[in-house]
């Protein structure tokens, strides 16, 4: 084995090429001139050189590598460290009600919620029961879509306030589940009703108008009765933007009734 090679710093090779240098000196004074045994000292000093050039050639180039691949580390770290954050943000905003395409929105029928526990009863219409005002049960009643994070942006903040993207689809589900159970009950037939729904689907009919010809609606009490959506100022904003965003339309009048009515 090289004598090099057994060297483990750079300071303890400088050291033992110098005190090589200094013993060829020191032979060469002694010898007056270079003898064989001295060529052959250097002949093999110079074949450690070249193999140390060598050695060090090769370092750099996996010095080299190294940083490359340490360079395409960092990065993939990085965006794995981006990546880990818009999960972690996505798995806390993740919205309760996503939107979906109007086709499959249109082929998913809600199921209708019961209105008074005393008169719960199965959700197939009788086909040849009329009702007495001669109006037809609806074959599918309108329901308002959910809106997406893009349209929740567009509002203005003066509007929006401190309310939340999940509250205003929350309110959609509210206001959904007042339409089913309206229309659901308005369908039945009047023998079937209690006194109670009798006098409800009575105010119902009283509210409808030419302007609501063919549009499903609602209105204060509806929402107070069958949903949990309060008519606070923060109720009133919500009812705003879903009808800025044009998934409701108002129908005032007479007086200061106001109906909500789903546009299709």
């Not at 050291?15 to 007056?32: G, P, S, Y």
């Not at 993207?165 to 369908?187: F, G, H, R």
Request: charged share 30%.
């Amino acid at each position: 084995m090289s004598s090099v090679s057994e060297v483990e710093t750079f300071q303890d090779l400088d050291a033992h090429l110098r005190n090589k240098a200094d013993v060829l000196q020191v032979c060469v004074t002694l010898r007056v001139g270079w003898g064989s045994d001295t060529v052959e000292e250097v002949e093999q000093v110079a074949k450690e050189l070249k193999t140390m050039k060598q050695d060090i050639s090769g370092y750099r180039s996996s010095l080299s590598s190294a940083r490359e691949e340490l360079t395409t580390a960092f990065a993939l770290l990085k965006k794995m460290q981006e990546l880990s954050l818009r999960l972690k943000h996505l798995k806390e905003y993740l919205p309760q009600h996503m939107p979906q395409p109007a086709v499959q929105q249109k082929s998913h029928s809600m199921k209708p919620p019961s209105v008074e526990s005393e008169d719960q009863t199965p959700t197939v219409q009788p086909k040849e029961t009329p009702r007495p005002t001669g109006r037809k049960a609806p074959k599918q009643i309108s329901k308002v879509e959910f809106i997406t994070m893009v349209e929740f942006e567009s509002i203005p903040k003066y509007i929006r306030g401190r309310l939340q993207y999940a509250q205003v689809n929350a309110a959609v589900v509210e206001i959904n589940k007042t339409l089913q159970t309206k229309y659901n009950l308005l369908s039945r037939p009047r023998a079937k009703l209690s006194e109670l729904n009798m006098k409800i689907v009575g105010e119902c009919q009283r509210q409808e108008n030419k302007e609501t010809k063919g549009l499903h609606f609602v209105v204060d009490s509806d929402i107070k009765r069958w949903s949990s959506l309060k008519m606070d100022t923060a109720g009133k904003s919500l009812l705003t933007m879903l009808r800025m965003l044009k998934r409701l339309r108002e129908v005032r009048g007479p007086g200061n009734l106001v109906r909500y009515a789903v546009l299709t």
